[in-house]
């Protein structure tokens, strides 16, 4: 056990955020979220929401502030309401590294994302929608 971190993060996902470089980018998904298919590699954190494991991880790494947006969403479907999960990211993105834009992609562009991601998180986050890709920035 160490000092300072959130027993949320498992050895394994301090491992993944240690070995990961400027660029390089995480998956958290929704419960929803096809992981096990889509990732390099898979942290299971079951049991746990997108929020407090984005919490968590934003406290570990910085994000890129070499590009317009450094936080990615799965954009829902044409004429579907903003999940309201976005604002509670918005706000965690913002306390952790400061005003930062976040923006969404398309459905399937963001599974070929999450493809050549660094890894995956697969959690228990029930909402819809609850998908983000985090970019690292330089420590």
């Known amino acids: 056990m160490l000092k300072g971190i ?7 996902l301090l491992k993944i955020l240690c070995e990961m470089g400027h660029g ?9 979220f096809p992981a096990a298919s889509n990732a390099k590699r898979l942290v299971r954190l079951d049991g746990h929401g997108v929020p407090e494991i ?3 991880v934003l406290k570990l790494i910085p994000l890129d502030s070499y590009v317009e947006s450094p936080a990615m969403l799965m954009a829902t479907g044409e004429g579907e309401a903003t999940p309201e999960i976005w604002a509670t990211y918005e706000e965690i993105i ?5 005003e930062t834009k976040i923006s969404s992609i398309e459905r399937f562009a963001f599974y070929e994302r999450a493809r050549n991601a660094y ?20 420590i």
């Open 119 to 138: 890894a995956v998180i697969a959690t228990g986050e029930t909402a819809i929608y609850a998908n983000i890709i985090l970019k690292k920035g330089v």
């Open 54 to 56: 984005l919490d968590a």
């Open 94 to 98: 913002n306390k952790n590294n400061g």
């Open 24 to 32: 390089d980018e995480i998956v958290i998904g929704d419960g929803n």
């Open 6 to 12: 959130s027993p949320i993060i498992s050895p394994e």
